[in-house]
């Protein structure tokens, strides 16, 4: 906010690009002896959101003027990506249920999964996948089936959970007989 008033005391922010740049939506100045002047600062340009943090300026105008300079560049610069959307059914995971009032239960992925990425480079982005051998109702919505590791250039950078995405109850007595022989 631009300005505060409370028990008739008016308070404006010291937050300068508030007023400059319609990109900007906050956070925070400070100064002491020995940090300096600082600012945290959030900042959304086309549904990507940024925020830098400036430690250490000697003069209260650097700090905003350093934030600029990295919002530039890191909107400029930088690319985000959604691997994994939440709770999407991934149809090719649809995993084969025993003794259950279905044989299929709809798995996705507990979290999203988003990376970001220096734009124009290319990045190798490989999903593997390890669900459970055998699944065996009852199943609640939200249990566990397996996980995904996501590699990006060979490197680890996220493991999410597939879960099931739907319950499904034990069958009837003859489904339950037939999966169990």
Do not use: W
Request: hydrophobic share 40%; charged share 30%; aromatic share 8%.
């Amino acid at each position: 906010i631009k300005s505060f008033t409370y028990n008739n005391i008016s308070q404006n922010t010291r937050n300068r690009l508030l007023f400059s740049d319609k990109e900007v939506d906050g956070m925070k100045t400070g100064y002491t002896d020995k940090a300096g002047y600082c600012y945290i600062s959030s900042a959304v340009r086309n549904g990507k959101r940024l925020v830098t943090v400036v430690l250490g300026a000697d003069k209260p105008q650097k700090r905003f003027d350093d934030a600029k300079t990295l919002f530039n560049y890191g909107f400029n610069n930088f690319d985000t990506h959604r691997v994994i959307v939440k709770n999407k059914v991934i149809e090719q995971l649809n995993t084969n249920v025993l003794k259950g009032d279905k044989n299929l239960v709809r798995v996705g992925a507990s979290e999203d999964i988003i990376f970001v990425s220096e734009r124009n480079k290319e990045e190798n982005i490989d999903v593997e996948v390890n669900m459970r051998d055998i699944v065996i109702a009852p199943i609640s919505k939200g249990d566990v089936l397996g996980v995904m590791v996501i590699k990006r250039n060979e490197e680890i950078i996220a493991e999410v959970d597939v879960i099931a995405l739907e319950g499904i109850k034990t069958g009837d007595f003859f489904k339950v007989l037939k999966d169990s022989l």
